[in-house]
């Protein structure tokens, strides 16, 4: 293996990634959070019950998690295009990595809302506390280990997702594998390439479980 020539490669491809996966994950954040939060709050019983819109919004999730993302990346590359000018590179993946993201984590974070004891929402209400004050105040607090948690599983399938958009140009890890070394039937260029991303992964779900852990005993 030509180090000289490959490694330089090698590093770039590697920031490809985390830039893709840094930027997706934010939005993802942005975006995610508040629907898991207006599907929790919208749930038959919960603090502001809206059945039609809670179906419409499960729906619209459900659809979103049960394509593949290799598909999504075709069915976006419209909305894709419009956005960035491009469905090719870095930039241009982190607009379908979102759009695939954005209804995984709603349902993690709809899930560890639903964990939080509903006495303490009760306790709140009762003191007179408005509905957005009790997301704000309980829901979110008491739920933030297990929403760093959801987070963190969430950066580690988006990880998975940009290396399968590098089958079709998006960059990082994944193009430089399939360019250097499924292509060239370098099967070390392609080892070595899997090593970088469980490396990456292992050091993120690292830091992911750690930070849930001293929230939880904060």
Avoid at 92 to 104: K, N, S
Avoid at 130 to 152: F, I, K, N, Q, W
Avoid at 206 to 213: F, H, P, S, T, V
């Amino acid at each position: 293996m030509n180090w000289d020539r490959i490694a330089p490669q090698l590093v770039d491809a590697t920031g490809e990634t985390l830039y893709m996966v840094g930027v997706s994950t934010a939005l993802t954040v942005l975006l995610g959070v508040p629907l898991g939060v207006l599907l929790t709050v919208t749930s038959p019983g919960a603090l502001a019950p809206h059945p039609l819109l809670n179906r419409v919004l499960g729906l619209v999730v459900n659809l979103g998690r049960s394509l593949p993302f290799i598909i999504l990346l075709v069915l976006v590359a419209p909305v894709t295009r419009g956005i960035v000018g491009t469905t090719i590179g870095s930039t241009a993946t982190i607009v379908p990595l979102t759009i695939g993201a954005v209804p995984f984590l709603a349902r993690l974070v709809e899930t560890s809302l639903r964990e939080v004891a509903h006495g303490k929402v009760e306790a709140t209400l009762a003191m007179g506390a408005r509905r957005r004050d009790v997301v704000r105040t309980v829901l979110l607090p008491e739920a933030l280990p297990s929403l760093v948690a959801g987070v963190t599983v969430t950066v580690v399938a988006l990880i998975s997702y940009s290396a399968m958009a590098g089958a079709i140009g998006g960059g990082g890890l994944g193009d430089f594998a399939i360019r250097y070394g499924y292509q060239q039937f370098r099967t070390d260029i392609t080892v070595v390439t899997v090593v970088v991303l469980l490396a990456v992964v292992q050091a993120l779900q690292w830091a992911g479980d750690r930070w849930a852990r001293r929230l939880a005993h904060a």
